[in-house]
C-alpha cells in the first residue's frame, strides 16, 4: 500500500515537472518569437518605408531661394555691360560737367541680392526639369554735397528666365545632393534704357535637407548668385 | 495652397528687405568744388591780365626813342610781331603763326581812350580810358578764349619797373559765360574783384580778394568762393565755401 502511495506521488511529481519545464520552455519560444517578431517587424517596417520612400514620386517642385552676389550677376547689373555710346566718340567735360562732379555725392549703393523662384517638375526620381525666375536690383542717390538735397535717384534692375535642369545623384530619405545647369537670357533695365543677353546658371553642388518641406543649400555660378540658400516644397 | 501663397507672399516681402549695403559712395567734397571753381576763375582772370598787360606793354613801346631798344622791347614784351604798321590813330600788330594763321591786335588811339582789339579765336576788344597819370578805366566789350566769353569793367593802376615791365592792378567785375554750344543752359562765372588783383612774372596772382561766383542754369545751382591772396606768401590764398576755408597754392 505504501509503496503505490510513494510511487503515485512520484509521477504526480514528475509530472508536473515536465509541464512545468515545457511549459517555462513553451514560455521561452514565446518570449523568443516576440522578440523576434518585434525586430522582425521593426526590420520589415524599415524596410517597407525605404521602399515606400523610393517608390515616392513627386511630381512638383517649387522653390524660393536667395543668393550671394556672384561675379557674373553683379558685373551685368552693375556695368555699362553691353551698352554703347549714342555716338561711340567721347566727348570732353565742360565746365559745367567738371563742377557737377564735384557739387554733388553719391549715397551708399544698396543691392537686393538675387532672389529666384524656381518650379520643377519630376521626369523621373532623380531628373527634374523647370524654369526659374531671378531678380536682383541696385540703388542709390546723388545728392547735393551743402543743402543734401536729392538731385535724382541711381537705380537698375535685372530679370532673368533660366531652363533648368536637375539631376539628384545621391537619394536619401531625408538628404539629396544634386547639381544643376540651365540657360535662357536676362534682362537689365537702367533709366529709359534695357539691354537683353542670353545668361546661364549653374549649380556646382546642392544638398537637400527635408522631405516635402524642405531647407536647401548651394553652391553655383550665374545669375543667381554664387552661394545660394532657400526653401522648397514637393509634392 | 493659399496658406502657400500667403507664406510665399511675405518670404518674398522679407526678403526683398534684405538689400545689403554693395558699396559706400563717395563723400561731399566742397574743397574740390571750391578748387575747381578757382580753376575757372583763374583762368579767366589771366585772361584779362594778358590782354591788360599787352596794351600797357604797347604804351610803354610807344615811348621808347632808342630804335634798337623798342626791337628789343618788341621781341622780348609784345611777342615778337611779323609787323607794325601806323595809319593815323590806327596801329595794326600782325603776327603770322606756325600754324600759317594771321591774326593782329589793332589799337585805335583818340586821345585818352583807346580801343585795342585783337582778331582771331581768343579775340578780345578793349575800351581803355585813361583817368589819371597811372589810372585806368577798361570796359571789357568782349573777352574770347576756346571755351568762354565775356565781358567785365576793371579799373586800377598802372606803373612801370627799371625793365619796363608793367606792374598792374585793378578792381571791378568780370562776367565769364561758358559757350559750349551743346550746353542749352551755360555756367556764368562772376567775378567780383573786392581788393585790388595784382600779377608778376605774367601769371603769379600776388595780391587780391575775390568773391567769385559759378551760377549753372543747367543744375539750378548757384555756388559762391571767397579768395584772399596771401601777400606775404607768394603763390597761396585762403579759400572760403559754405562755411569752411582751405589753403590753396594759386
Known sequence: ?????????????????????????????????????????????????????????????????LGAPSYVQEAFLDSDFGYVDVDGIYTHPTASDKLAQ?????????????????????????????????????????????????????????????????????????????????????????????????????????????????????????????????????? | MKRLFRYVTIALALLTATACEYDTGTEPQPERLAREIWNIARDDLWRVNDALTFAACYNYYLNIEDSETARQYAISKLNNPSDI????????????????????????????????????????????????????????????????????????????????????GFVGSIVMVDKDESAVSPLTITIDIIEEVSFYNVNIIRTGRMLITAEDALYGTKDEILVTVLRDVNGQAIVEYDGKQWGFYI
Request: net charge neutral; proline share 2%; glycine share 8%.
Open chain 1, 1 to 65: 500500500m505504501k509503496s503505490k502511495r510513494y510511487t503515485r506521488a512520484l509521477a504526480l511529481l514528475i509530472a508536473a515537472f515536465v509541464c512545468f519545464a515545457a511549459h517555462e520552455a513553451k514560455a521561452q519560444e514565446l518570449s523568443t518569437d516576440q522578440i523576434y517578431e518585434r525586430a522582425t517587424y521593426i526590420i520589415v517596417q524599415q524596410e517597407s518605408e525605404r521602399r515606400e520612400y523610393d517608390t515616392i514620386r513627386w511630381r512638383h517642385n517649387l522653390r524660393l531661394m
Open chain 1, 102 to 235: 564735384y557739387r554733388y555725392y553719391t549715397t551708399p549703393t544698396y543691392m537686393v541680392p538675387p532672389i529666384s523662384f524656381e518650379y520643377n517638375h519630376y521626369v523621373n526620381k532623380w531628373f527634374t526639369v523647370g524654369g526659374k525666375a531671378i531678380f536682383s536690383a541696385l540703388y542709390r542717390e546723388v545728392r547735393h554735397i551743402q543743402t543734401d538735397e536729392k538731385l535724382y535717384s541711381d537705380g537698375s534692375y535685372s530679370v532673368g528666365l533660366i531652363l533648368n535642369l536637375r539631376f539628384e545623384y545621391m537619394r536619401r530619405e531625408y538628404v539629396q545632393l544634386y547639381s544643376a545647369f540651365g540657360a535662357g537670357f536676362a534682362a537689365r533695365f537702367e533709366y529709359d534704357r534695357g539691354i537683353l543677353i542670353p545668361m546661364y546658371d549653374a549649380t556646382y553642388f546642392g544638398i537637400v535637407v527635408g522631405k516635402n518641406l524642405y531647407g536647401f543649400a548651394e553652391v553655383g555660378a550665374g545669375l543667381s548668385g554664387s552661394i545660394r540658400a532657400g526653401l522648397g516644397f514637393r509634392f
Open chain 2, 85 to 168: 604798321t601806323v595809319e593815323g590813330n590806327i596801329h595794326k600788330i600782325v603776327y603770322n603763326t606756325s600754324y600759317e594763321t594771321t591774326y593782329s591786335i589793332i589799337f585805335d588811339m583818340n586821345g585818352e581812350r583807346w580801343n585795342v582789339k585783337r582778331t582771331g579765336g581768343n579775340g578780345y576788344e578793349l575800351n581803355i580810358e585813361q583817368k589819371r597819370s597811372n589810372y585806368y578805366i577798361v570796359d571789357i566789350e568782349h573777352i574770347y578764349s576756346s571755351e568762354s566769353t565775356g565781358y567785365g569793367i576793371v579799373e586800377g593802376t598802372l606803373n612801370y619797373d627799371e625793365n619796363g615791365e608793367p606792374e598792374i
